[in-house]
């Protein structure tokens, strides 16, 4: 199985737990998630190893793997962490970005700019965290790339489901502008207040999310 295709696998999966198609508490067999997707046991189990990683699943013994639901609260405050460590992120690669890193963030920016214009949110999603890694990048803190990365990887089905929200894809691209800007010109705090409003979800930006995953959640128990 090539990577992209594997890729694809564990995001099925893992929508398929965050819309309520898979539900809280329920064992994902191995075996009958193999036949649904046409796959060996193998990339199955690798898929739900890693979203047992992020949170999403549950490893148990004698039991194998368990749906997790995390209520909205939840959700709201690893946004909130990600927020500030974004922000930090932010702030440092202001301060400490090479050459190298110019040139990473603005290929990344130019990239997220080519997928908005397509409209693909998928295609966009991929870009999306490629920028924000080429960010935790130019921080120049390894601890602080590896926190970044890790709650990024907690947050991946909702930072996704956010981007199908009426014009979030082409809002979203246009926030990566000014943070550009501002890490560039070395503008720290401005990095570090633009990338934490970027990132946490709250007002409207909260009640879009939550009603997203319930109307998906809906859509799931009627098929």
Not at 43 to 69: F, K, N
Not at 92 to 119: N, Q
């Amino acid at each position: 199985m090539s990577e992209n295709a594997f890729y694809k696998l564990r995001d099925e999966i893992e929508n398929g737990i965050v819309t309520g198609e898979f539900e809280p508490g329920e064992r994902l067999d191995e075996s009958q998630l193999a036949a649904r997707f046409g796959v060996s046991r193998t990339p199955i189990r690798e898929a739900l190893m890693q979203l047992s990683a992020i949170g999403l699943v549950e490893i148990r013994p004698r039991r194998g793997a368990c749906v997790i639901d995390h209520p909205p609260q939840y959700v709201f405050e690893m946004f909130e962490v990600m927020g500030e460590l974004e922000a930090m992120a932010g702030a440092l690669a202001a301060r400490r970005h090479t050459d190298a890193d110019r040139e990473a963030l603005s290929g990344s920016h130019e990239r997220c700019l080519s997928s908005a214009a397509s409209g693909d949110t998928d295609a966009y999603y991929y870009d999306n965290e490629v920028f924000h890694h080429a960010i935790y990048a130019a921080s120049h803190s390894a601890f602080l790339k590896d926190q970044c990365i890790a709650l990024h990887r907690r947050l991946r089905p909702y930072r996704r489901l956010q981007l199908r929200v009426r014009n979030r894809m082409q809002i979203s691209v246009r926030e990566h502008g000014a943070i550009v800007e501002a890490i560039l010109a070395g503008e720290a705090e401005e990095a570090r207040a633009l990338l934490r409003s970027h990132i946490i979800v709250q007002g409207d930006r909260f009640s879009d999310l939550v009603a997203g995953i319930q109307s998906m959640k809906m859509q799931a128990k009627a098929r």
